[in-house]
DNA sequence: AACTCTCACAACCGCTGTACA
DNA sequence: CTGTACAGCGGTTGTGAGAGT
């Protein structure tokens, strides 16, 4: 595949490689990951240029031990998302995928923090399959042109069950999902319905007017960083 | 001191999704 | 529509360091 093995370099990097890659980077910037060996000067494949950047040359990579805030993040959006580690890994900052991924498979997979939540009965953790259905809106649709959050929406369907909204989505001066990851209950009930993170914000869609027939399968995505938040609804059919 | 085991991390491999001709 | 190339992801493996015997 690709001439991944046809004589060029693997193992562990030296100094001098590191030094090339960095400069090519620096200077023709990231992508184009294909003309990085050329570029560099480094015989090595592209998949090897791309992983040493991204995991250990780019700037503002955090080493080091996973403060507890971070470990905490990481098993709740494992929760959340299973072991889709670079989305899990885009909400540390400083965290690659690898670098989740790694601390997982060696000390979380096992830690007792979890056991709780392998206990948990099967049902809240059923995955629903979904496929694709394309739907289209027309731009003077109530739904689209409203201002009123999302969730608003949302929370008709699979009795989705958020704090209660109100048409600013605050609750005693605080957005609500500023708090999700804090309140264990709405985290577990959002879990049952598969939330998913993307990175996409919210734009585009509503739920309130599918047919009752097809909100089981409605996926709903809840972006979250704080302040940052974004939804994303996917429609899918059966 | 020598050997074995365990752990953490870096890197590799195979696969999928996407863009494009 | 199909084939090809590429980017990116997750699973897995390799390896070095430190601990234990």
């Known amino acids: 595949m690709e001439g991944y093995n046809l004589g060029v370099r693997k ?55 996973f403060a507890a805030d971070e470990v905490d993040l990481i098993i709740r959006l494992h929760k959340l998302l299973g072991n889709r580690w670079s989305l899990i890994a885009g909400r540390l900052p400083g965290r690659t995928a690898n670098d989740v991924k ?39 649709s109530n739904c689209l042109s409203s201002k009123e959050p999302i969730l608003d929406h949302i929370q008709t369907v699979e009795n989705f069950s958020t704090p209660s909204q109100t048409s600013s989505s605050t609750k005693n001066g605080n957005d609500w999902w500023e708090t999700f990851l804090d309140d264990e209950d709405a985290f577990e009930r959002a879990t049952c319905y598969g939330l998913v993170l993307e990175e996409e914000e919210f734009t585009s869609f509503w739920v309130d007017d599918m047919p009752q027939s097809k909100r089981q399968c409605t996926n709903v995505s809840e972006g979250l960083g704080r302040g940052d938040f974004s939804i994303n609804v996917d429609f899918w059919n059966h």
């Open 11 to 65: 193992g562990a990097w030296t100094r001098e490689e590191d030094d090339l890659l960095s400069q090519c980077i620096e200077h023709h910037g990231e992508g184009k990951w294909h003309q990085v060996p050329h570029k560099a000067g480094l015989n090595r494949c592209r998949k090897s240029c791309r992983l040493r950047w991204l995991n250990y040359l780019k700037p503002n990579i955090k080493r080091g031990e």
């Open 102 to 140: 790694n601390y997982w498979n060696t000390r979380l997979r096992t830690d007792s923090r979890l056991k709780k939540v392998k206990d948990k009965p099967q049902e809240t953790k059923k995955t629903i399959v979904i496929r694709p259905q394309p739907r289209s809106f027309i731009k003077s």
